[in-house]
């Protein structure tokens, strides 16, 4: 799905949450991407920090809040209490009633909220939470001047495209989350009105995203990617082992309790949902490149 880009509209929030592990060049590029480089850039952003960070991060922090082109509203919480924490602080104190996500190692394309933002903001037929498709990328460095594009170094590794229609969205979301998180933008109300963000460690975006479905949200997604996804060493560690298969069991008992999967559909997804996350990490790797994303073209 795709949209005439939009230079004008509703004023929206950035909400950018940052941990002790983020590296501080990424974040300065993650940060320049989402806002000075923009078409349409935020009305403000809300910096969100995950609890005590190292000196070199806290000092990017406070270089980013006093040099930023668009208002910074910090949230320091004092212990890092987890993702899910951390957005809810951040989407507490966002002025706006549209919100669009950012990670703070990722770079945002300088046309991504022109083309995202319409869809939310139009008189007619407006979505509640608009994403898009990604590239996944890995290696170069973090300089200032990098820009959005791919830098030296910089490999493309794959392009993650989600459905695009809603009723496409609503079909996937039963088996796997409809969208790719660091993409989304979404209204505050819609959020809200699912229950907000739930602690279930690496997977608090994806339950989300069902109870906002669920809760009569219009979704959307754009075929275009405007997400470059840093891709890092640990990768497809992060996305298996027994603390995501425990809060991947968690999160099947939610849905189907919810009554947003039936027990088939329960018994499918621990079958192979779990199992995936159970298989050595060569194999996930494998398994993760056939079914969610597709080669770039060559150039």
Same mark, same amino acid.
């Given at each position: 799905?795709?949209?005439?880009?939009?230079?004008?509209?509703?004023?929206?929030?950035?909400?950018?949450? /940052?941990?002790?592990?983020?590296?501080?060049?990424?974040?300065?590029?993650?940060?320049?991407?989402?806002?000075?480089?923009?078409?349409?850039?935020?009305?403000?952003? /809300?910096?969100?920090?995950?609890?005590?960070?190292?000196?070199?991060?806290?000092?990017?922090?406070?270089?980013?809040?006093?040099?930023?082109?668009?208002? #910074?509203?910090? /949230?320091?919480?004092?212990?890092?209490?987890? @993702?899910?924490?951390? @957005?809810?602080?951040? @989407?507490?104190?966002?002025?706006?009633?549209?919100?669009?996500?950012?990670?703070?190692? +990722?770079?945002?394309?300088?046309?991504?909220?022109? /083309?995202?933002?319409?869809?939310?903001?139009?008189? =007619? +037929?407006?979505? *509640?939470?608009?994403?898009?498709?990604?590239?996944?990328?890995?290696?170069?460095?973090? *300089? *200032?001047?990098?820009?959005?594009?791919?830098?030296?170094?910089?490999?493309?590794?794959?392009?993650?495209?989600?459905?695009?229609?809603?009723?496409?969205?609503?079909?996937?979301?039963?088996?796997?989350?409809?969208?790719?998180?660091?993409? =989304?933008?979404?209204?505050?109300?819609?959020?809200?009105?699912?229950?907000?963000?739930?602690?279930?460690?690496?997977?608090?975006?994806?339950?989300?995203?069902?109870?906002?479905?669920?809760?009569?949200?219009?979704?959307?997604?754009?075929?275009?990617?405007?997400?470059?996804?840093?891709?890092?060493?640990?990768?497809?560690?992060?996305?298996?082992?027994?603390?995501?298969?425990?809060?991947?069991?968690? @999160?099947?008992?939610?849905? =189907?309790?919810?009554?947003?999967?039936?027990?088939?559909?329960?018994?499918?997804?621990?079958?192979?949902?779990?199992?995936?996350?159970? #298989?050595?990490?060569?194999?996930?790797?494998?398994?993760?490149?056939?079914?969610?994303?597709?080669?770039?073209?060559?150039?």
């Amino acid at each position: 799905m795709s949209r005439p880009l939009g230079g004008g509209g509703e004023p929206f929030s950035l909400l950018l949450p /940052v941990y002790r592990r983020d590296s501080p060049a990424f974040l300065r590029r993650a940060f320049a991407s989402a806002t000075a480089d923009q078409t349409r850039p935020p009305a403000e952003v /809300v910096l969100v920090r995950d609890g005590p960070v190292p000196p070199a991060l806290a000092a990017v922090l406070e270089e980013l809040t006093a040099t930023s082109t668009a208002p #910074v509203v910090r /949230v320091d919480l004092p212990d890092n209490l987890g @993702l899910a924490v951390a @957005l809810e602080a951040g @989407l507490a104190r966002c002025a706006h009633e549209l919100v669009a996500r950012m990670d703070a190692d +990722d770079v945002s394309l300088p046309h991504r909220f022109a /083309v995202q933002l319409p869809l939310l903001d139009g008189e =007619v +037929d407006t979505c *509640d939470v608009v994403g898009s498709a990604l590239e996944e990328f890995s290696g170069g460095a973090a *300089d *200032d001047d990098e820009g959005a594009g791919a830098s030296a170094g910089e490999t493309t590794l794959a392009v993650r495209t989600p459905p695009a229609g809603h009723d496409a969205i609503a079909v996937r979301a039963r088996f796997h989350s409809p969208f790719n998180h660091p993409t =989304v933008v979404y209204r505050r109300s819609a959020v809200a009105r699912a229950g907000g963000y739930r602690d279930l460690p690496l997977l608090e975006d994806y339950w989300l995203f069902t109870r906002m479905i669920a809760t009569g949200a219009k979704a959307a997604n754009v075929a275009e990617p405007l997400v470059r996804y840093r891709v890092g060493a640990g990768a497809y560690a992060r996305r298996g082992g027994l603390r995501l298969l425990r809060s991947e069991l968690a @999160l099947q008992r939610h849905l =189907v309790a919810e009554g947003f999967t039936t027990p088939a559909q329960c018994a499918r997804n621990v079958l192979v949902r779990g199992g995936y996350r159970a #298989v050595p990490q060569g194999l996930r790797r494998l398994a993760y490149r056939a079914v969610f994303t597709r080669r770039p073209p060559s150039s």
